[in-house]
């Protein structure tokens, strides 16, 4: 299972530092839905893996020159 960078930002300011949607969209400089809807993703694919024993593996975002 592939956790992107933004699925897991997410999740990390979501569930770890417990900031609400609004919050976490504007750190990540995206809108809500946006937020929503990666947050979404990345729960699906935790608990996918999770229920599944499957690995997951985190993808880091390459910076663009």
Same mark, same amino acid.
């Given at each position: +299972?592939?956790?992107?960078?933004?699925?897991?930002?997410?999740?990390?300011?979501?569930?770890?530092?417990? +900031?609400?949607?609004?919050?976490?969209?504007?750190?990540?400089?995206?809108?809500?839905?946006?937020?929503?809807?990666?947050?979404?993703?990345?729960?699906?694919?935790?608990?996918?893996? +999770?229920?599944?024993? +499957?690995?997951?593996?985190?993808?880091?975002?390459?910076?663009?020159?």
């Amino acid at each position: +299972m592939v956790l992107e960078s933004d699925e897991l930002e997410a999740l990390k300011l979501y569930e770890v530092d417990g +900031m609400d949607q609004i919050r976490s969209a504007k750190r990540m400089k995206i809108s809500q839905p946006t937020f929503a809807r990666i947050l979404g993703s990345a729960h699906k694919k935790v608990a996918n893996a +999770m229920i599944k024993g +499957m690995a997951i593996r985190i993808v880091k975002e390459v910076a663009k020159k």
